[in-house]
Every structure is written in C-alpha cells, then in structure tokens.
Nanobody, 126 residues
C-alpha cells in the first residue's frame, strides 16, 4: 500500500492560482499511474487529471483543461497539480490517488485507484 499526503490547498480569489502537492511513500511511486480527483459538498467524487507512470501521458477533465497541469517528480516521490485561473466552481476537497496496479494505464474512474490521500480543501471565492 502506498501512503499519500496532499498539501497546498487554501482560500484563493477567482482568477488566482494554487499548486497542490502529493507526497508518496511505501510502494514504488514511479511504477504507478497517479490521479487527482475532487469532491464538492453534496456531489460525487469526480476525475480532475491523471498522469501515466512514465509521465509521458496526461489526461484532464474538460472542465479544467487548459487551466490545470498535472506533473510528477519520480525522484522526489511527489505528484503535483498546478491550478491557474481558478473559478468558484473549482471549490472542493482535492484528493490524490495511486492506481491499483503497477504499470497500468491511468484511469478516469475512482474505482481504478487503490490508494488515496486524506484530501486538501480548495476554496475559490468570487
């Protein structure tokens, strides 16, 4: 099991930026596809972005495409999510997740991820 700890959330005005980080320990971080999901109050957890274990492929939800960038530093066992031009509808708890299987392609569904962090709150004011 890989342990994941998110950081970097906070309160920001619309149009602002935040960078989330996810520190991983345990299993070999570099062998697993990683993803970011978010959950707003009263809503289901939704896919935000994912990155392959080689960092060669990235995937984004349409709602964040062009504003968010997912990246990873395998030497530091850390996943990032750079969020620019934030909107009030981006307000949610953001979770990082590791794929269930080594060397698997990044999934877009929470069910394809086996390890989760505790989440970090992002609040965007209008």
């Amino acid at each position: 099991q890989v342990q994941l700890v998110e950081s970097g959330g906070g309160l920001v005005q619309a149009g602002g930026s935040l960078r989330l980080s996810c520190a991983a320990s345990g299993r070999t971080f570099s062998s697993y596809a990683m993803g970011w999901f978010r959950q707003a109050p009263g809503k289901e957890r939704e896919f935000v972005a994912a990155i392959s274990w080689t960092a060669g492929s990235t995937y984004y939800a349409d709602s964040v495409k062009g504003r968010f960038t997912i990246s990873r530093d395998n030497a530091k066992n850390t996943l990032y999510l750079q969020m620019n031009n934030l909107k009030p509808e981006d307000t949610a708890v953001y979770y990082c997740a590791a794929a269930s299987y080594v060397h698997s392609a990044p999934g877009l569904s929470p069910a394809e991820f086996g390890s989760w962090g505790q989440g970090t709150q992002v609040t965007v004011s209008s």
